[in-house]
């Protein structure tokens, strides 16, 4: 969420309460206030994740009748000022209701239109509260403009289940494997084993992936599970010093521990399974070529002083060295000139 972030900026205290509802209308509404979306905010927070090892971006950017796509242009300008150090795919996302909000499907579209390479969901189910309606519109945009699809899915239970299976549906119909994704999928950590073996398996089948942050308090998507049946798993952040979360810094190392430490992986090959999922997992999810340590590959890499990588993982050490594209653009946290 680049477009939210006012990371750099003046300490804000959080005031967006404890629903999903009440973060939304709060967000929106100190928008103005706050100077945000900035282009500057997105900057810092895109040169802090450079000098933590990032080289590819993924941002849901908030389309709504308010700010319309003054999201898209503020991180554009931002991923501009980065350009060669890092690569940022945006995500044209309804945070506020899609079918719920008049206007907003043709800003999504204009959005694809300009350029914009994926179109997010919320929530079909528990916000828009018209899943088929909501799911329907977005694999028709993404079918029309050749997208990617990325749904924030935070409903749970039974009923988060039930809409896996409609994405699964529409997935395997439209045939869009390995272009679409669920961000957050807290069903999937809270089904009884059976269920979550059964949609891990559904999901490979269909090429479908999720991407998780491990926020706190809520179920994490089960990282051994998904390796084993060859479901598509990445790690992400979330919302980074903004009006939804006062926490935050960029750093995926720090998250991909976070990612360990809630799933309670102990073990080194464990570890190493989350690890996999914030680098390889995100990279397949993004539809990145040559990807990788191989030799051929295009040399993006960051080193660290550890004697394994499960302990890069639990230790979170500085960053020694960020390498894009076999040129170093950051060392020891600090940016190259």
């Not at 998780?212 to 598509?232: D, I, Q, S």
Request: charged share 20%; net charge negative.
């Amino acid at each position: 969420h680049l477009d939210k972030t006012m990371f750099g900026g003046p300490w804000t205290p959080n005031t967006g309460g404890r629903t999903l509802e009440g973060r939304i209308r709060n967000g929106e509404g100190r928008r103005a206030e706050l100077g945000i979306p900035s282009a500057d905010y997105a900057a810092n927070l895109l040169r802090a994740m450079v000098a933590a090892g990032t080289s590819f971006v993924r941002s849901h950017i908030d389309i709504d009748p308010e700010v319309g796509l003054g999201g898209v242009a503020a991180v554009s300008e931002a991923a501009a000022r980065l350009a060669g150090r890092v690569d940022v795919e945006l995500v044209a996302f309804p945070q506020g209701g899609l079918l719920t909000r008049p206007g907003v499907p043709a800003l999504l579209e204009a959005a694809l239109a300009d350029g914009v390479g994926t179109v997010g969901g919320l929530d079909p189910a528990g916000f828009d509260r018209d899943p088929a309606g909501q799911l329907d519109l977005l694999f028709d945009l993404a079918e029309r403009h050749g997208a990617k699809i990325d749904v924030h899915l935070h409903d749970q239970g039974l009923l988060g289940a039930w809409e896996y299976e409609l994405i699964i549906e529409r997935t395997k119909a439209l045939g869009m494997a390995g272009r679409v994704a669920i961000s957050h999928a807290y069903a999937m950590g809270g089904l009884e084993p059976d269920h979550q073996r059964r949609f891990a398996e559904a999901l490979a089948d269909a090429g479908v992936a999720m991407i998780t942050c491990a926020v706190g308090g809520a179920p994490v998507v089960p990282v051994r599970l998904m390796a084993e049946t060859g479901a598509r798993l990445a790690i992400g952040n979330d919302g980074i010093r903004d009006l939804w979360t006062p926490y935050g810094d960029g750093d995926m190392l720090r998250r991909i521990n976070q990612v360990s430490f809630r799933d309670r992986l102990m073990s080194d090959p464990e570890i190493e399974l989350a690890l996999a999922a914030g680098t390889h997992g995100g990279a397949a999810v993004l539809g990145l070529d040559g990807y990788g340590l191989a030799v051929g590959c295009n040399a993006d890499l960051f080193a660290v002083t550890a004697s394994a990588p499960a302990e890069a993982v639990v230790s979170v050490p500085p960053r020694k060295l960020v390498v894009k594209r076999g040129a170093v653009v950051a060392h020891d946290g600090v940016l190259a000139d």
